[in-house]
């Protein structure tokens, strides 16, 4: 609906832990050590709606908004896995964690499924203070049935005052 009114350009969803970066999943380093990084669902066109464009493979979205399977790290997270390249990151899963609670574990490997394959990369980038510095994360696809839910609007310039009050 918020996407049909005049005024606005975009309009995608994704989990509060997108722009607070609070949530964090437990994964498994290449060489079998435990870390974690931030993790955040996000609605396909997302990427778009800010401008960020991959640096290696292609952002698990179509081009009619559904989401396919994939997930996208940043290069901080292609990095603290310890791959080689962006490029090397393409087509392997992100490793979840081996240590975690066995119910938690069926749980995750529900939820994520054919998600923990690494189908892109995107630059580091962040919404919080800028002398922080940016961590590993991962982006998978949005679900509806998520918990937190964060609208993102962008608005096109134009009937601002109608717009928000609409």
């Known amino acids: 609906e918020v996407r049909r009114l005049a005024g606005v350009s975009g309009a995608v969803c994704s989990s509060a832990s997108f ?6 999943t437990s994964w498994a380093l290449r060489d079998g050590t435990e870390d ?6 996000v609605d396909p066109g997302l990427f778009a709606l800010y ?16 989401a396919l399977p994939g997930v996208a790290l940043n290069v901080s997270a292609v990095r603290r896995l310890g791959f080689a390249s962006p490029q090397a990151a393409i087509g392997h899963d992100w490793l979840p964690s081996s240590v975690m ?13 054919a998600h923990a394959v690494i189908t892109a990369v995107v ?13 590993p994360s991962l982006f998978s696809p949005w679900t509806y049935g998520s918990r937190s839910r964060l609208i993102h609007i962008k608005l096109s310039g134009r009937q601002i005052p109608e717009t928000l009050a609409a």
């Open 36 to 41: 974690s990084m931030g993790a955040s669902q």
């Open 19 to 24: 722009l607070a970066g609070n949530m964090v």
């Open 51 to 66: 401008g960020i464009k991959p640096v290696a493979g292609v952002l698990p979205a179509s081009a009619d908004g559904a």
């Open 101 to 113: 609670p066995a119910t938690a574990l069926e749980e995750m490997r529900k939820e994520w499924g």
């Open 123 to 135: 630059p580091d980038f962040a919404f919080t203070s800028v002398a922080q510095p940016v961590g």
